[in-house]
DNA sequence: TCATGTCATGTAACCGGTTACATGATGGTT
DNA sequence: AACCATCATGTAACCGGTTACATGACATGA
C-alpha cells in the first residue's frame, strides 16, 4: 500500500504539502501541486480512510437507520440517499431497527460505535423524548416524523393531511359509512393519518362510529382480518380508508374471495397509502396517498450535509405534502353496503 | 472520549493489558481482568474504531455493492444480511451500482477505498472476467450469480431450473404456444432462465419459435410492450413466461384492458419470477418461482465470514434450488389462443 | 539597511488503538 | 543453588494520516 510519505518523497515534498494538496483548499504553489498530482498518479495512492478518520476525528459516513428495511419505499428511499452521499464521498452504513425501541437504540449506538459522522434515523419505536435526547448525542436528521424541539432536522409528511385526502376523496364520492384500517397506533404516522380521517368526517358532518376505526398491523394479514370482522358487525359500511397499500391490498384480496361476483368498488371502496408500485398494477387498481420519496430523501441529505459542514441550516422548507392518486378502487358510494345485513347476497 | 489509556490508568493497569482484556482470547489473570472490566463500565468505554482499524488494519466491515436497490427481494435480503452481520458485529457498507459495469466498478472502488474488509457483490452489469479479477483485489462473495474460477465464493440460484420449472408448469397444462418474456440478455440470470425455458420445450418436444422469445428490460412496460407485440403478431399463444413478476404483473394489467371479460387464465397462462410479496394479491394471483432468498443471504454471511477468519471455506452448498409457486394466473390450455386471429374477440 | 508582513513549505506532535518484544515473578528440575 | 520454562504484564514502536507551529524566502515601507 502506497502512503503519504511515499508520496511526498516521490514528489520530493514533505507530507504536509501532499496533505495539502489531497485537502485542495489550502493554498499550494502550482508547480508544486502539479509535482504532488503527477506523484499521487504514478503511485496510484489512495489516503487510508481509517488513519484520515483517526487524524481528523471524521469518518466520512452516515448512518441510516431504518426501523423495517421491507417497509413502504425503503428501497427508493435508500437509493437516493445513497446516490446523493456517495456525491459527497460519503459513505452509507445500514442499519436495522425492526420497529423496535430497544433494537432500534441498539442500532444507533452499534452506528455510533462506528464512528458515523451522522446518522438519518427512521425510527418508529422509539419515543420522541429518546430521540431528543440521541439528537443531543450525535448529529441527527430524522426522516418521516415531527418530532417537536428538534426543528430544522426532521424531513417529514404531513400524515394527517394524507389521512384527510383519502377520506375526503370518499366522501366526495357519496359515500357516508367509511371505515378505518389503521396500522399500529403505537406508530406516530398511523395517528397522524387516522386523525386525518377523523377531520374529515367531522370536517364533512359525518357522524363518527369508533367500531369502524380498526388497528391493524400494516401486514396484508390486518386486511383480510378488517374485512371479516367488518363482515360480522354487518355494520353498513361502504368505503375503507386503510393506513397502507399493504393492508388495502389486503382487504381487496378478501373481498374478492367473500364476493366472486361483485366488482370491487360496488362492494368497498378502497384506499390505500404510499402508493407501492404494484398499486397501479392491482385489481382494481389502488387509490392510494403518494408521498414524494425521492425529494424527501435529497432534503434529508441536504440538511445533513448542512450540519457537518457546521454552518447554517438551510432554511427550507422540510414539511412535505402527500398527493391523492385516484384509481379504479374507489368508486360511488352505492345505495346498500356490501357490508349491510338487508343485502340479498347475504 | 475516554481512551484506552483512561481505562488503564484507572485500573491501574498499562494500556497493552486493556487491549488485550477487550481483545478475550488472551489469557488475562482473572483479577487483572476483573479489575479492567470494571473500569470500562465505570468509564462507559468504547475502543474508538478508527485508531483500532488503523493499527489493526481491519475494518469490521463488509460492503454490499446492489446492482439495483429498487430489484427484487433486495430489501429481504439485504435485512437478512445486515441481520447477520452486525451480529458479528460487522457494520454494513452500502453502494449501489445501478445495473451498470462502470458505476458497478466504482462502486467496489469506492467500497474498497472505505476498506471494507469484505464486499458482498450483487452485480449484473459487470463481466465475469472483471470479478475474477476484483476478486484477486479484494475478499469477495459474489451473489446471484456464478462465475467460473470461483468457486466457494459464490451464492447462486439455479436460473436455469427455475425457468424450466415455470415453463414445464404450462406444459404440464397443455400449452404448446409458449411465448418467453426475458430479461435484458445482457443479463446473466435472463440468460439462465430463458435457457430453461428452451430446455423445457426441447423435452416436451415443442417447436421452439424465436418469434415468441421477447427481449424486455425487467420492468412492467417491457410486459405491456411484450403483450402488445403478441398481439400484432398473432400468433397462436396461450401462455407467457416472464423473466420476472414486474414484467408479468404489466403483462396482466394490459391483458385487462385489451381483453376485459376475459378471466386472465383463459385469456393467457402468464408465470412470473421472484414470487415479490405482492405475487399472491394480483388478480389473479401470480404463479410464479420462488427462490429462498433469507437463506442465500445467510449463506452469503457465511462464506464472508469464513472468508474473514482466514480458516477454511466450509464446505457447504452454495447453489440453491427455486420452487415453482402455483397460483391463479395459470390454467388449462384453451383450444383458441386469445391472440389466435380466428379467434371471434378480435 | 533593517524591521515587518506574506506566502509556501517543512517539522513533528498527535489521534487511539495493536502487538512484538522485554521484563520480572514464580515454580519445577537437576 | 543454579537454571530454565512458563506466565502475566509492561514498554514502546507503529499504523497513516492531519495540522499547529516553525522556518525561510522574498517583497514592502520606513
Redesign the pocket.
Known amino acids: ?8 518523497a516521490q514528489a ?9 494538496v ?2 485542495g483548499d ?8 502539479a509535482r504532488v498530482q503527477a506523484a499521487i498518479e504514478m503511485l496510484d ?4 480512510a ?9 469518518s466520512q459516513g452516515v448512518g441510516l437507520l431504518i426501523s423495517h428495511l421491507g417497509g413502504p419505499f425503503m428501497s427508493r428511499f435508500m437509493a437516493t440517499v445513497e446516490e446523493a452521499l456517495r456525491r459527497s464521498d460519503y459513505s452509507l452504513m445500514v442499519a436495522a431497527g425492526h420497529s423496535d425501541a430497544t433494537r432500534e437504540r441498539e442500532a444507533l449506538r452499534f452506528l455510533s460505535s462506528k464512528r458515523c459522522d451522522g446518522v438519518l434515523v427512521h425510527a418508529d419505536g422509539l419515543e420522541d423524548d429518546a430521540l431528543r435526547m440521541l439528537a443531543g448525542q450525535m448529529n441527527m436528521v430524522v426522516i418521516n416524523r415531527q418530532v417537536q424541539g428538534l426543528a430544522g432536522q426532521c424531513v417529514y409528511i404531513d400524515n394527517r393531511r394524507g389521512g384527510y385526502l383519502a377520506t375526503r376523496h370518499v366522501i366526495e364520492l357519496g359515500h357516508r359509512h367509511i371505515a378505518c384500517l389503521t396500522g399500529p397506533l403505537s406508530k406516530q404516522d398511523a395517528r397522524w393519518r387516522l386523525e386525518g380521517y377523523r377531520q374529515a368526517m367531522q370536517d364533512a358532518g359525518l357522524p363518527l362510529d369508533e367500531a369502524a376505526i380498526i388497528e391493524g398491523d400494516s401486514q396484508d394479514g390486518s386486511g383480510r382480518y378488517a374485512i371479516d370482522l367488518l363482515r360480522t358487525r354487518k355494520s353498513p359500511i361502504t368505503a375503507l380508508v386503510a393506513g397502507n397499500d399493504e393492508m388495502a391490498m389486503g382487504a381487496m384480496s378478501r373481498l374478492k374471495v367473500l364476493y366472486p361476483g361483485i366488482r370491487l368498488p360496488d362492494a368497498l371502496s378502497v384506499v390505500g397509502y404510499d402508493d407501492e408500485h404494484y398499486a397501479c398494477h392491482l385489481a382494481p387498481t389502488l387509490t392510494t396517498v403518494h408521498a414524494p420519496v425521492e425529494e424527501m430523501a435529497r432534503a434529508a441529505v441536504t440538511l445533513m450535509e448542512a450540519r457537518l459542514k457546521g454552518g447554517e441550516p438551510p432554511g427550507f422548507e422540510s414539511g412535505f405534502t402527500p398527493t391523492l392518486m385516484t384509481r379504479e378502487s374507489t368508486g360511488p358510494a352505492p345505495d346498500q353496503g356490501v357490508f349491510c345485513s338487508t343485502r340479498s347476497t347475504f
Open positions: 500500500m502506497t502512503t503519504i510519505r511515499d508520496v511526498a520530493g515534498v514533505s507530507v504536509a504539502t501532499v496533505s495539502r489531497m485537502k489550502v493554498p499550494v504553489n502550482d508547480e508544486t501541486r495512492y489512495a489516503p487510508n481509517f488513519a484520515r478518520s483517526l487524524a481528523s476525528n471524521r
